[in-house]
Nanobody
Framework: QAQLAESGGGLVQPGGSLRLSCAAS????????MGWFRQAPGKERELVAA???????YYADSVKGRFTISRDNAKNTVYLQMNSLKPEDTAVYYC??????????????????WGQGTQVTVSS
């Protein structure tokens, strides 16, 4: 059974950095697009960044220039490097894999595999 497990969340001051990791098991995801979503209290879950199997990236306008998504296929792991963090980045962050190989998606319904989430809190 395929599983995704996030790590790396925590409390950081505004302007700080964090790197989230998403380790996959039970299936190789090198041919799957991967995404990072986040959900803040009282808000809908939103796509923050996505990375296709071919290397194409997508970033939400709110994180462009600050966040970088990458993957290490040998480790079956996806990363989200977050720099210049702001209080509005506070949320639970989830990694996800799309429904089928070589698919790319921007909506929650495009993704079938989800991690349990990791909390990121940006506060002084």
């Amino acid at each position: 059974q395929a599983q995704l497990a996030e790590s790396g969340g925590g409390l950081v001051q505004p302007g700080g950095s964090l790197r989230l990791s998403c380790a996959a098991s039970g299936r190789t995801f090198s041919n799957y697009a991967m995404g990072w979503f986040r959900q803040a209290p009282g808000k809908e879950r939103e796509l923050v960044a996505a990375l296709s199997s071919g290397g194409t990236t997508y970033y939400a306008d709110s994180v462009k220039g600050r966040f970088t998504i990458s993957r290490d296929n040998a480790k079956n792991t996806v990363y989200l490097q977050m720099n210049s963090l702001k209080p509005e980045d506070t949320a639970v962050y989830y990694c996800a894999a799309v429904n089928r190989p070589y698919q790319f998606g921007y909506r929650e319904n495009d993704y079938s595999y989800w991690g349990q989430g990791t909390q990121v809190t940006v506060s002084s």
